[in-house]
């Protein structure tokens, strides 16, 4: 499990001769390695320690993707986990066994400021919130390079056929047309994911009837096509030919670029760009995975993660205290600051104007009736932990589209059992 730590002590502390005296309260926190939950947290607690000397955080960082489910899973499990930890909302959340290992938010003050919408992906079972909104509401589409677009007189795509039709241009300018990093494998996912929008437009009772056990991947002919775009633009050979072993980093760079000329993602990738090549900023655009109605286009969302208490904490009521801080209005914009890269959802907390090109490209289908919609996994509890390895077998070719949608109903079906879900 690979793990790194730091501690944030705010300046102001650092020039007391006797600061040591101040430190009253350490608080543990785990969170991801990502560049965009770095500078948030960062953001909030260098703040929230200048405002209360007495408080510190020894932060960890743990791996994304399968492995950081894992690691979570262990250390709540086993009681290790620190006071603070930062995980994924929705599905992946229900699978934590909420009632038992994450304490109770629904009395924090700032609850209030939490739109509902985000509530009902960290409640429990027992309808208490459990999770405070971190970071940005995201979408799951594709980064594309805009010089490359401008150059072949390109345009956004409104339906698949126009996108692999744009990569078919790309590649026989001699360019990469689309990057994939099968390295990180839970990039392999966002076209299954990602689609999810047009799949509900085909099919709008599919989230209820697959929580019911009612409806399969492998027979809907709409949720089959996530797996099948994996396989049509591997055999395409649209792709880097480092494909198998690029990690997130290298697609980000690619994309930013002009290394290749799309990046399927979720929007926190903006993050990345602003760490890693700020002057590329606005070389990149962003565009939902396009279905077959080009009058229907629209996008699928991905709530934020959240900050969670581990019910077993040491620190219960100053971690409390610093969760309600991290979710009032003056939190959230601090966050919003530092990461502009999507719509925060506590009530009040508005974005820079300054926001990155892909950003402004976003927020059109959050703002127009019927042109976002949830991903799955926060309309249904039932999300099957193998998916980004099953994703991997199509994109390289061990494995048919519809043979990994088939496997994946198998994989979900075992999840569906251990949550105790009826019908299953």
């Not at 610093?322 to 600051?337: P, R, T, W, Y």
């Not at 991903?375 to 193998?386: N, T």
Request: aromatic share 10%.
């Amino acid at each position: 499990m690979r793990m790194t730590r730091y501690s944030i002590v705010a300046a102001s502390m650092l020039a007391l001769s006797a600061s040591a005296a101040w430190a009253d309260v350490t608080l543990g926190v785990l969170i991801d390695t990502n560049p965009e939950t770095i500078a948030s947290f960062d953001a909030v607690s260098k703040a929230y320690s200048e405002k209360n000397p007495g408080v510190t955080f020894d932060v960890e960082q743990r791996a994304g993707g399968s492995e950081g489910d894992n690691i979570v899973k262990t250390r709540l499990a086993t009681g290790e986990m620190p006071d603070i930890f930062q995980y994924n909302s929705g599905s992946l959340f229900q699978a934590l066994k909420p009632e038992q290992t994450i304490a109770d938010l629904s009395d924090l003050p700032s609850a209030a400021g939490i739109l509902d919408t985000f509530k009902k992906v960290v409640s429990a079972s027992d309808g208490r919130v459990r999770g405070i909104p971190f970071g940005p509401a995201m979408g799951g589409g594709i980064f594309y390079n805009r010089k490359i677009y401008a150059e072949l007189g390109l345009q956004p795509p409104k339906t698949w056929a126009d996108f692999i039709a744009n990569n078919e241009k790309i590649k026989a300018a001699g360019k990469v047309a689309l990057a994939q990093t099968y390295g990180t494998t839970w990039t392999s996912q966002i076209f299954v994911l990602a689609d999810f929008f047009n799949v509900q437009s085909e099919v709008p009772g599919f989230a209820t009837d697959y929580t019911a056990n009612k409806v399969k991947y492998a027979t809907t002919p709409a949720a089959l096509r996530g797996f099948e775009h994996v396989e049509e633009v591997a055999k395409a050979g649209f792709l880097n030919e480092d494909f198998g072993a690029a990690t997130f980093d290298d697609g980000m760079r690619m994309v930013s670029t002009g290394e290749a000329a799309h990046y399927p993602s979720l929007t926190f990738g903006i993050g990345n760009i602003q760490q890693n090549f700020p002057d590329n900023l606005q070389d990149v655009g962003f565009f939902a995975v396009p279905g077959s109605d080009a009058t229907k286009n629209g996008l699928t969302i991905w709530m934020p993660s959240a900050l969670y208490l581990s019910a077993k904490g040491d620190n219960l009521e100053e971690a409390k205290k610093f969760l309600d801080f991290v979710a009032s209005k003056e939190g959230c914009e601090l966050m919003a600051k530092a990461v502009p890269s999507g719509p925060y959802l506590i009530k009040g907390c508005e974005l820079p104007k300054d926001v990155p090109q892909a950003v402004s490209d976003m927020l059109p289908y959050f703002e127009t009736e019927g042109r976002a919609g949830p991903a799955l996994e926060f309309l249904s509890p039932v999300k099957g932990p193998a998916l980004e390895q099953i994703a991997v077998e199509v994109g390289t070719g061990i494995r048919s589209a519809k043979d990994a949608a088939a496997l994946y109903d198998q994989d979900v079906e075992k999840q569906a059992k251990q949550l105790g879900l009826p019908n299953w």
